[in-house]
């Protein structure tokens, strides 16, 4: 069963940049579409950024640039010229039964990871 570790979330001013990392274990990283998505207090868990096995790629918007690198079981997430609006607990999620109409929709990925805060403050 393959689990998701997140890190790199904490506090940044805006305007700044981040960037969060999600590495996986006990499962071939590189069978697997990897998304990432966030959830604000109160509101529901919303789409971020997606990377299939081959590297087709979608975000949100052009500030959010995902990447994988298969040898390290790794994929980022680039956060650039963040705004408040980005706080949000970031999720890591893994599917291996995606298609380029579903890799927005969260109830597709099989796995996910615990989440890392991020904060930005104004």
């Known amino acids: 069963q393959l689990q998701l570790v997140e890190s790199g979330g904490g506090l940044v001013q805006a305007g700044g940049s981040l960037r969060l990392s999600c590495v996986a274990s006990g499962g071939t990283f590189s069978n697997y579409a990897v998304g990432w998505f966030r959830q604000a207090p109160g509101k529901e868990r919303e789409f971020v950024a997606t990377i299939t096995r081959l590297s087709y790629t979608e975000s949100k918007a052009d500030r959010f640039t995902i990447s994988r690198d298969n040898a390290k079981n790794t994929a980022y997430l680039e956060i650039n010229r963040v705004e408040p609006e980005d706080t949000a607990i970031y999720y890591c999620?893994?599917?291996?039964?995606?298609?380029?109409?579903?890799?927005?929709?969260?109830?597709?990925?099989?796995?996910w990871g615990m989440g890392t805060q991020v904060t930005v403050s104004s």
């Open positions: 999620a893994a599917g291996v039964r995606l298609a380029r109409t579903t890799i927005r929709i969260s109830s597709e990925y099989d796995y």
